[in-house]
Nanobody, 131 residues
């Protein structure tokens, strides 16, 4: 079974940086889509940064230019580098991976974006940014 574990959250000041990590275990295929979502109390979860198996990335507009998503396939790990953090970035961040394989989604059949419905999720890591 696939399991995900996030780490790297914390309490920082505006303008600081953090790098979140997501370690994936039990993965026996190449997922089509993976990435990061966030959620604040009383709000719906929103997509932050997604990447598909072709390397195409999608960022939520407010983080574009500040956040970067990357991966280390040898370690089954992917990352969210967050620079110039702002108080509005203070949310719980979750990593997620698609059940669909890259092969399943060849030819533009599948969607990997901010509203993707992914199947495997971590438990979250809290980011708190003070001004």
């Amino acid at each position: 079974q696939v399991q995900l574990a996030e780490s790297g959250g914390g309490s920082v000041q505006a303008g600081d940086s953090l790098r979140l990590s997501c370690v994936i275990s039990g993965l026996t295929y190449r997922p089509y889509c993976m990435g990061w979502f966030r959620q604040a109390p009383g709000k719906w979860r929103e997509g932050v940064a997604l990447v598909d198996s072709n390397g195409i990335t999608t960022f939520e507009p407010s983080v574009k230019g500040r956040f970067t998503i990357s991966q280390d396939t040898a370690k089954n790990t992917f990352y969210l580098q967050m620079n110039n953090l702002k108080p509005e970035d203070s949310e719980t961040y979750f990593c997620a991976v698609d059940q669909a394989t890259a092969e399943d989604c060849s030819g533009g059949v599948c969607y990997c974006g901010l509203s993707s419905d992914l199947q495997f999720w971590g438990r979250g890591t809290v980011v708190s940014v003070s001004s």
